[in-house]
């Protein structure tokens, strides 16, 4: 028993003469500023004797020293205008910064470090701005947008930069518009206005001329049912003339609003019902291009797309021919005359007249806007 005391004894001085002997070798390499190896030997005696606070100490000491070396190297690199030396270096020593905080260390950063970053990168940003400034001025457009996307990556609050990549992205366009309005291609300089504005909405020179512009295309238009006339249509279904009438001409109007062309212009259907009623009157049911004209006047619309049903079955054949014209009010004039049709190949499952009237009227709208695009 008393052999196994005195091994114990003697083991026990032994180690305590290890761990002071490491310790010692651990403060000397620390002393002579070998950080990395006294961080070594620290974390080592740490891990031996977990409850050794002095090394824990030392391990956290020696640490901090390695990280602010890192930081100094990285400042070091900014002073000198080097962005991506001192990046690189920034982020070894964030990367160890998470490492030794994982070990619960909890180092402290340098802030001089960002500092000094912030100040490389913004001298850059303003170096790419002032390029970007002379590539515009000799309307290199693309070069100068470029050239501010490397800037705003570099300082995301530069407005100066940000101002002008808006320009270098809408002064083409702009110019593209000026010239197209020249020419009076009024749609051409409309969509080239329009972009800008899409791009920046406050640019209160496009948002003029595309108003110039949409007046000057615009098709200001009166849809009418037109009944009668030759003869009446050839009916197969449980509906009335009349009440299909009015049902087609709800869906072509829904279906040119749904096409959202901003050149057409639907005068509302209560006015124009009324004055084509009275139109009708005059005409004693006669379908006549000319007093189709002058009912678009009277309503104060510069077309007139007139719809009439030559034939609707939704019962049998499941078809429908309308004849649609689109006439000028002002010289009563054709620009559209065409039969439009749906057969019955194109009904699937489901109510045969709202699909033969939802078809037509979507085919209608389609080629009100191509013709449109020629007036």
Request: charged share 30%.
């Amino acid at each position: 028993m008393r052999i196994l005391l005195v091994i114990l004894i003697a083991t026990s001085a032994i180690a305590c003469g290890s761990t002071r002997k490491q310790m010692a070798r651990a403060e000397s390499d620390e002393q002579h500023d070998l950080l990395k190896e006294a961080h070594e030997q620290y974390a080592d005696l740490h891990n031996r004797k977990p409850n050794e606070v002095l090394a824990r100490v030392g391990m956290k000491r020696t640490a901090q020293g390695m990280l602010d070396r890192l930081q100094e190297r990285a400042i070091t690199a900014y002073n000198l205008d080097d962005l991506k030396a001192g990046d690189r270096l920034r982020d070894e020593a964030m990367t160890f910064k998470r490492m030794m905080d994982a070990k619960g260390l909890n180092l402290e950063p340098n802030p001089a470090m960002e500092a000094a970053r912030s100040r490389t990168t913004q001298a850059q940003a303003s170096a790419l701005y002032a390029q970007a400034a002379s590539a515009f001025g000799n309307d290199q457009f693309t070069e100068a947008e470029d050239l501010c996307t490397q800037a705003l990556r570099l300082w995301p609050t530069h407005r100066d930069a940000e101002h002008l990549q808006r320009l270098a992205r809408t002064e083409p366009l702009y110019r593209e518009g000026a010239i197209a309005m020249e020419k009076q291609l009024w749609r051409e300089a409309y969509r080239k206005f329009d972009q800008v504005m899409s791009l920046d909405p406050a640019h209160k020179d496009a948002l003029a001329k595309r108003t110039v512009c949409l007046d000057a295309a615009s098709i200001t238009m009166a849809c009418l049912m037109v009944q009668g006339g030759s003869g009446s249509a050839d009916m197969i279904s449980g509906a009335s003339e009349s009440e299909l009438s009015a049902q087609f001409l709800a869906r072509i109007k829904e279906a040119v609003l749904d096409a959202k062309d901003p050149f057409i212009i639907l005068i509302d259907r209560e006015n124009t019902e009324r004055v084509l009623a009275e139109q009708r009157r005059q005409m004693s049911g006669a379908y006549d291009e000319q007093r189709i004209a002058e009912a678009g006047k009277l309503i104060g619309a510069r077309y007139v797309l007139a719809i009439r049903l030559l034939r609707f079955d939704d019962l049998l054949a499941k078809q429908l021919e309308a004849q649609v014209q689109l006439i000028s009010a002002e010289t009563g004039r054709i620009h559209l005359s065409e039969v439009v049709r749906v057969n019955r190949q194109e009904i699937t499952r489901g109510t045969p007249r709202a699909q033969l009237l939802e078809r037509a009227s979507k085919r209608i709208a389609i080629r009100l806007q191509e013709a449109g695009a020629g007036l």
